[in-house]
């Protein structure tokens, strides 16, 4: 790549990288991030709707959205209006459950199991390229099981000697075919 | 006229259970007369549930109050094109649905098979009569859909104010296409496994019936999330409710199966592992009927729980029981014929390509399930909601979104070094350029950095395959612009309609991340005559007013919306209060463009006469719905190829 072109990405990623960025995700729309809905928005609403709390728009959830702007507003931090809720309604009131205890189990197991996954299949693909076919039926041949699939002698994998046991069969199932 | 829906639902068990035993009887002494009549039976089935749904839809339409469904589920202020979808809003209705779907999938396979004598057709047909057993019997003893009041009330209870919406009238029968059908695929497999059969031409079979019924789920997934959008009135489309989980879990392993089958087609391999996959496919799908009858969870789009959930779990024990012990018994079939040349190849980013959506599925499954079990274990309440699956399904996903780049550009048994290099540079280089093109716009953040970096990476792969495409054939170079994509798409209609499935995927993911990241938000009350800002958005209310419509009273706002110095009309965000149910329901006002939505909710009129209002800039959000419509046109294409199903034909012949 020419210097100019680094140059010119450079100049395009500088603003990005040095924060100066026009706009900023979760951003309310003075361009100032609203510290309320980052709050509401890890909460479930505690009447039965079942949703976020930032996006609720039943009775109780208004109110209950008031309640940590207020509590906000009074100077209380984020953690201390939690608890408080935590301990008024229980933990269900959390959009996500804390990683301890038991819990913990929820947010361990779908990464063990990608990692799991990931390495038995690893496991797997070493298995299959040391396997060998059984009962080839022609010697050289990678493809022995592809007939009809697409597979078959590849270009330049195939020597003489293999030539030579293909024109046998070649001609082994002409006669067949004549007789 | 309830006499003829009862009957009609019990004609419909009883033949559901003849056509098993007239079939296994024919498969087992190898009489055709059986066999035949077993077929007919099914045909039966699908008539008789036909007439059932007619008798019920009747009643609907004419508010027949005297059946307990009609006055539970509808009123008579209530719109006939409501009164007509109320058949899916309540339990009874929604199984009967389920039983016509299931019948007519049933019917429609026996069409297309009717030339072919092969008794292996019989034993497919024979399990999808298995499962119309079960539901027949639902309708019959458990949850029958013609009982009769005694005393019928002068109106009815109503329709659950959210099912009113013109979405609701085909979302359902969508979803209900998509999840039912996975029973083709599921009968298909267990019929290979109980009849001893080889070959490969059934696994393409399959494969078509797999496509239909996911592009299917999927398009009933992307119009639930745009219900929810329009209806549920929070800003947003996709809240990791237990039930939309429940209808993506059978579309995330349908889509594993849809990749990984290519390898069994290909190269004879990972055929245990397909049929797992197609049978896991069918029990979530049967699951995610459990997760929306039985309760167990608080869902948004829970509108008919009841006792039924023990019925759908025993279900599902005992057909998975079935098939895992035909797997195990059958395991000698399902060896594998081949070796593989190279771990780096296409079909080793097959195979971790459904590692990666076997571990989103369990996420998601771990997820939505914790609840219930954590409580077992430790006696407390939790949730686990958007924030938890946010966290942890991001990543995988966005591993998903590389691998969708990366798959269809390694080759098959082996990729070199210079393959690699060739098929990667320039992709690698325009996710790099669109990422550094992106910061300076306010992009920020690892997961959103991956997501445009993965997004440019495929679709550069993407247009990279139709160049080469292109350049490879003669005939097609020959042809100029889109007639030279055209016909390259017509000569190899199943691979191209796949990369235009990841194109449409990619337009998703972008509009995901637009939307979600990007969002921008205003709320407060406003009296008449002031305004709220947001972003280049002007909202000045002009007043508050109430307006009845057909079987409701709407409080709505009357907002003059401008954009910079340019008035744009007015909105009208509303509360409405339906009649029957007295429940004020959220009546949002869109303004939609390609570029963002104006997404605008009205919370309230306050003592003091202002309008508490809600306002949210949604960017990019057109993005999901038309990706979507493109990820149907993709599947279309690819359905439309039988190049393959004719080579095999030929093959067999």
């Excluded at chain 1, 990623?13 to 951003?27: I, M």
């Excluded at chain 2, 006939?80 to 809003?89: D, G, I, Q, T, V």
């Excluded at chain 2, 209002?613 to 979507?628: E, F, K, M, T």
Aim: charged share 15%.
């Amino acid at each position: 790549m020419r210097p100019a072109t680094w140059i010119l990405i450079a100049a395009l990623a500088a603003p990005g990288l040095l924060g100066g960025s026009p706009a900023r995700a979760n951003e309310s729309a003075s361009g100032k991030k609203d510290p309320a809905r980052a709050i509401t928005s890890q909460l479930i609403c505690p009447c039965s709707c079942g949703e976020i709390l930032s996006g609720c728009t039943c009775e109780t959830g208004k109110a209950m959205q008031g309640y940590v702007d207020r509590e906000l507003k009074s100077g209380k931090s984020k953690d201390q209006i939690e608890a408080a809720l935590v301990n008024q309604y229980g933990e269900v009131i959390l959009g996500a459950p804390k990683a301890k205890g038991f819990n913990l189990l929820v947010w361990v197991a779908p990464f063990l199991a990608t990692a799991f996954g990931f390495l038995l299949a690893s496991l797997i693909l070493f298995r299959w390229v040391r396997r060998r076919v059984p009962a080839p039926s022609m010697p050289g041949d990678p493809g022995a099981g592809d007939a009809g699939r697409g597979g078959g002698v590849g270009p330049g994998t195939t020597s003489e000697q293999d030539l030579d046991a293909l024109r046998a069969r070649a001609e082994a199932e002409l006669k067949r075919f004549r007789e | 006229m309830s006499e003829i829906g009862r009957l009609s639902v019990l004609l419909a068990f009883l033949c559901s259970c003849f056509a098993v035993v007239s079939i296994a009887w024919g498969l087992r002494t190898g009489m055709a007369g059986p066999l035949k009549s077993g077929r007919r039976a099914v045909w039966m089935v699908c008539g008789l549930t036909l007439l059932a749904i007619i008798v019920l839809e009747r009643a609907l339409i004419a508010r027949d109050f005297s059946f307990r469904y009609v006055a539970e589920h509808t009123s008579l202020d209530l719109p006939p094109m409501y009164a007509f979808s109320s058949l899916w809003a309540g339990q009874e209705g929604s199984l009967l649905l389920w039983l016509f779907v299931l019948s007519a999938y049933g019917a429609a396979f026996l069409w297309s098979y009717r030339k072919r004598l092969d008794p292996f057709y019989d034993a497919v047909a024979m399990v999808v009569a298995g499962v119309m057993v079960f539901f027949t019997s639902l309708l019959t003893f458990v949850s029958p859909p013609f009982r009769i009041l005694a005393t019928p009330p002068a109106d009815g209870n109503g329709l659950n104010p959210l099912l009113q919406d013109p979405g609701m009238m085909i979302h359902p029968p969508i979803l209900y296409t998509g999840y039912v059908g996975f029973i083709i695929p599921f009968a298909f497999g267990i019929a290979v496994l109980l009849m001893n059969r080889t070959g490969t031409r059934w696994i393409e079979e399959v494969r078509r019936w797999t496509l239909f019924c996911w592009m299917f789920l999927g398009f009933g997934v992307l119009l639930g999330a745009r219900w929810a959008y329009v209806e549920l009135g929070w800003g947003g489309y996709w809240g990791w409710d237990p039930v939309e989980n429940a209808s993506l879990m059978p579309w995330l392993v349908g889509t594993a199966f849809l990749h990984s089958v290519m390898v069994e087609q290909r190269r004879g391999m990972m055929k245990t592992w397909n049929v797992a996959l197609i049978v896991l496919t069918f029990e979530l799908s049967i699951f995610g009927t459990f997760l929306t009858r039985s309760g167990v969870l608080t869902s948004v789009h829970s509108f008919t729980e009841s006792n039924i959930g023990p019925w759908f779990l025993g279900f599902i024990l005992i057909s998975s029981t079935i098939a895992t012990a035909l797997i195990l018994y059958r395991k000698a079939l399902l060896e594998s014929e081949n070796r593989l040349d190279a771990v780096v190849s296409r079909e080793g980013s097959f195979l971790f390509n459904n590692v990666l959506f076997l571990a989103l599925t369990f996420a998601t499954f771990l997820g939505t399930t914790f609840p219930v079990l954590s409580e077992a274990v430790t006696g407390a309440k939790i949730s686990v909601s958007a924030p938890f699956f946010n966290r942890v399904n991001v990543p995988i996903a966005l591993a998903l979104l590389l691998l969708t780049g990366a798959g269809p550009v390694l080759s098959w048994k082996r990729v070199t070094a210079s393959v690699l290099k060739r098929n990667f540079l320039i992709p690698v280089f325009v996710g790099v350029l669109a990422t550094l093109v992106g910061l300076p716009f306010g992009l920020h953040g690892v997961y959103p950095i991956v997501c445009v970096f993965g997004a440019a990476f495929v679709i550069a792969t993407i247009v990279m395959e139709f160049a080469r495409g292109i350049q490879a054939r003669k005939d097609v170079a020959e042809a100029r612009g889109a007639m030279a994509v055209v016909s390259l798409v017509e000569k190899n209609k199943r691979r191209y309609g796949g990369y235009i499935v990841h194109f449409g995927m990619v337009m998703i993911f972008v509009g995901v991340l637009g939307s979600s990241v990007f969002q921008k938000e205003a709320h407060g009350p406003l009296l008449p005559g002031e305004s709220l800002a947001l972003g280049p958005y002007s909202l000045k209310l002009r007043g508050v007013e109430n307006k009845p419509v057909a079987n409701a009273q709407h409080t709505r706002a009357i907002l003059d919306v401008s954009r910079g110095d340019k008035y744009l009309g007015p909105a009208y965000p509303a509360k409405a209060m339906y009649f029957k149910s007295q429940q004020p329901m959220t009546e949002i006002a869109l303004r939609q463009t390609p570029a963002e939505d104006l997404y605008l909710i009205l919370g309230g009129v306050n003592e003091d006469g202002s309008a508490s209002i809600q306002a949210y800039i949604n960017p990019l959000v057109s993005l999901i719905w038309v990706g979507g419509i493109v990820m149907v046109l993709g599947t279309l294409i690819a359905l439309a190829d039988r190049m393959r199903l004719k080579r095999e034909e030929k093959l067999g012949a």
